[in-house]
């Protein structure tokens, strides 16, 4: 599973403090108690985790219980049909796959970090993609915490192997009804 710790500018966080920057340091002090739902992210998040890792269907983890902060979670059949449906999305792009890679933006914002859930860089087009649990809608479009990955996957990795410049982002969220989708 990736690493828990959190940049102060997350790539995760980036719509609150884009767009209110007083945030940062109000929020410094502030303990993130999560909840279940991110728990429960957490979770599904392994479990996509592992089966790109050791190249697994979904269902080959049904019954499996796995826990996080102290919340957990049974797959289900349900829940293994849509991690399927996005592994199986994963694999009709073309292209060297990365997993759960940590994307540094020191260069742009010293000492900043954030994790990558899927890289893959084709030829041309080079893929961030990210799983998202919720029930609220995220759209990939001028999505900041997917620009931001692909701005930190770019530079410490994509473009030393390719020439590629363009990116596709992907927001899995199955649960979310007008949720997800690709962005460019």
Same mark, same amino acid.
């Given at each position: 599973?990736?690493?828990?710790?959190?940049?102060?500018?997350?790539p995760s966080s980036a719509s609150r403090w884009l767009r209110?920057?007083g945030s940062v340091n109000f929020l410094a002090d502030v303990?993130?108690?999560?909840?279940?739902?991110?728990?429960? =992210?957490?979770?599904? *998040?392994?479990?996509?985790? %592992?089966?790109? +890792?050791? %190249? !697994?269907?979904? *269902?080959?983890?049904?019954?499996?219980?796995?826990?996080?902060? =102290?919340?957990?979670?049974?797959?289900?059949?349900?829940?293994?049909?849509?991690?399927?449906?996005?592994?199986?999305?994963? %694999?009709?792009? &073309?292209?060297?796959?990365?997993?759960?890679? +940590? #994307?540094?933006?020191? !260069?742009?914002?010293?000492?900043?970090? =954030?994790?990558?859930?899927?890289?893959?860089?084709? !030829? !041309?087009?080079?893929?961030?993609?990210?799983?998202?649990?919720?029930?609220? &809608?995220?759209?990939? #479009?001028?999505?900041?915490?997917?620009?931001?990955?692909?701005?930190?996957?770019?530079?410490?990795?994509?473009? *030393?192997?390719?020439d590629a410049t363009d990116f596709r982002l992907h927001i899995?969220?199955?649960?979310? &009804?007008? =949720?997800?989708? +690709?962005?460019?």
């Amino acid at each position: 599973m990736a690493p828990t710790s959190h940049a102060r500018l997350s790539p995760s966080s980036a719509s609150r403090w884009l767009r209110c920057p007083g945030s940062v340091n109000f929020l410094a002090d502030v303990e993130d108690e999560g909840g279940i739902p991110a728990a429960e =992210g957490t979770i599904l *998040h392994s479990f996509c985790e %592992d089966c790109l +890792r050791d %190249d !697994r269907e979904a *269902h080959e983890f049904v019954g499996e219980v796995r826990e996080h902060d =102290g919340y957990k979670l049974e797959l289900t059949e349900e829940l293994a049909d849509l991690i399927q449906d996005g592994l199986d999305e994963i %694999d009709t792009i &073309p292209g060297k796959l990365y997993i759960e890679r +940590r #994307v540094d933006l020191g !260069r742009w914002m010293p000492g900043q970090f =954030g994790t990558l859930d899927v890289g893959i860089i084709g !030829r !041309r087009i080079i893929h961030i993609w990210d799983w998202k649990w919720g029930y609220l &809608p995220v759209s990939p #479009v001028w999505n900041e915490q997917e620009m931001l990955y692909g701005l930190g996957f770019w530079d410490k990795i994509a473009r *030393h192997i390719t020439d590629a410049t363009d990116f596709r982002l992907h927001i899995f969220q199955p649960r979310a &009804p007008g =949720g997800g989708g +690709r962005g460019t």
